[in-house]
């Protein structure tokens, strides 16, 4: 399944002028308005032989046909109906352009003879916040991505060690790690008919992924666990004998297509596509589900939407960092359609998918992380959920380390999706999960004394 763009619909089987289109009809008429002499011309040309056919028809010697008044005919579309950039114009329009730029109240640019006006979605406050906050010393990447549930970007933050120019919140270099057993979640649940509270096994370590962890063995050594406890402590034995035995080839290929991997993002900057490939090799499958290879990359943008798709009923949204965009005489060229139609999972799954990122907070590899949350103004409002996930690079001189996750504000409905992901190198400076925090504390902050005060 690819991202498809939303249709609107136009009057009759006529399609509307596109931006382009637009421009050429202005370019062919001298940049004005549109010749009102020679299209008043026309019109009276029009009625005149109307009137003479309607006469000659229907005159004094003739009685009109039986059957219902004809209808009034509907004003055509024009230049002026409705927005005229498409998505793709705004690639166009943006392209090469740094986030900085899209970062105010509003952004002025040309586009060929006229002067447009961006309004981008981005959280100045917030963006400024978590920028001023970046521990670049010992890290080679970070990226911190913040949306709202229904894809508007709220910030954009990140570092490049090697290119201080380069965005890496759009780049897909990073191993999605246990990251993916997201996916892999929402598929064994749809696909096998499983629950959070259903049971699993498996013998060895949590963290290791050997052939022999992958064999249906129950001895005394074998651990008793639930697919819940498992997604928390992000147990590779366990999502690997799912990838192995239930998903498989056909199903793995199937769900890491409804969560967006192998193909663009629909967004208005350019962003690499996340990969993941699925062989004919059942060990493979087994690396994929629980996330243990490195050949499986993503990109910060597109884990921040991974965390969209429980929080709205199963659905992946399509990103945007523009609210609108208007022309000369504050005409509305572009304003995005949050509504997407594109399904990962459905409902049910998703709210499964819900309980098992909450357990990875309540008692989980994020516990540490939030462990205070309880006795924190803000955080302890929240229903917090999410996903860490961690895997050195084929050197060894560099360790990826994630989380995405979310945070719903139950009294204000609001709620965001983060993505994080650091490149430690020698040393662990500020982690992942640290800046997700962050960004959850300080965004919910206000709300949250809003709230209290008129209560």
Not at 21 to 45: S, T
Not at 299 to 311: F, W
């Amino acid at each position: 399944m690819k991202f498809r763009r939303p249709h609107r619909p136009t009057a009759g089987n006529e399609r509307r002028p596109s931006w382009r289109d637009y421009q050429v009809q202005l370019k062919r008429r001298g940049g004005g308005p549109i010749c009102r002499p020679r299209l008043l011309k026309g019109a009276a040309a029009l009625i005149a032989v109307g009137m003479l056919m309607w006469f000659l028809l229907y005159g004094p010697t003739s009685s009109p046909p039986p059957g219902p008044s004809p209808k009034p005919a509907q004003a055509a579309v024009g230049p002026t109906a409705g927005p005229l950039l498409s998505k793709s114009d705004v690639q166009d329009l943006l392209a090469g352009r740094p986030v900085a730029d899209l970062i105010g109240t509003r952004t002025l640019v040309r586009w060929g003879e006229q002067k447009l006006v961006i309004e981008p979605s981005i959280d100045e406050a917030l963006q400024d916040y978590l920028t001023q906050r970046l521990y670049e010393r010992t890290s080679r990447y970070i990226a911190i991505v913040v949306m709202e549930a229904n894809g508007r970007i709220l910030a954009m933050v990140g570092f490049d060690k090697n290119d201080p120019d380069a965005n890496p919140c759009l780049s897909n270099r990073y191993p999605a790690a246990s990251v993916f057993k997201i996916v892999t979640a929402g598929a064994a649940i749809e696909h096998c008919h499983l629950s959070s509270g259903s049971p699993m096994t498996y013998n060895g370590a949590k963290h290791t992924l050997y052939k022999s962890q992958l064999k249906n063995i129950q001895n005394r050594y074998t651990h008793q666990t639930t697919l819940a406890a498992s997604f928390a402590q992000s147990v590779n034995p366990v999502f690997g004998k799912l990838g192995s035995f239930c998903l498989k080839q056909e199903a793995l290929a199937q769900y890491a297509d409804a969560f967006g991997f192998n193909h663009p993002i629909p967004f208005e900057l350019p962003v690499a596509p996340s990969r993941a490939t699925v062989t004919d090799d059942a060990y493979q499958w087994a690396e994929i589900a629980s996330g243990f290879n490195r050949q499986t990359i993503i990109s910060p943008l597109h884990g921040a939407l991974l965390a969209t798709v429980a929080l709205n009923g199963g659905r992946l949204v399509e990103p945007t960092i523009v609210d609108r965009i208007t022309g000369p005489g504050g005409q509305v060229l572009y304003r995005p359609d949050p509504v997407s139609d594109r399904r990962a999972v459905t409902a049910p799954t998703a709210k499964e998918m819900e309980r098992l990122m909450r357990e990875t907070i309540r008692r989980g590899t994020a516990r540490k992380l939030f462990r205070s949350r309880t006795k924190d103004r803000v955080l302890s409002q929240l229903e917090i959920g999410g996903k860490t996930g961690s895997i050195d690079n084929a050197g060894h001189d560099v360790r990826y380390d994630w989380f995405v996750g979310f945070a719903r504000y139950p009294r204000s409905k609001d709620a965001i999706a983060v993505a994080a992901v650091v490149a430690h190198e020698k040393y662990i400076g500020r982690r992942a999960g640290e800046y997700a925090r962050m960004a959850m504390t300080e965004y919910f902050r206000l709300r949250v004394a809003a709230q209290d005060k008129h209560s």
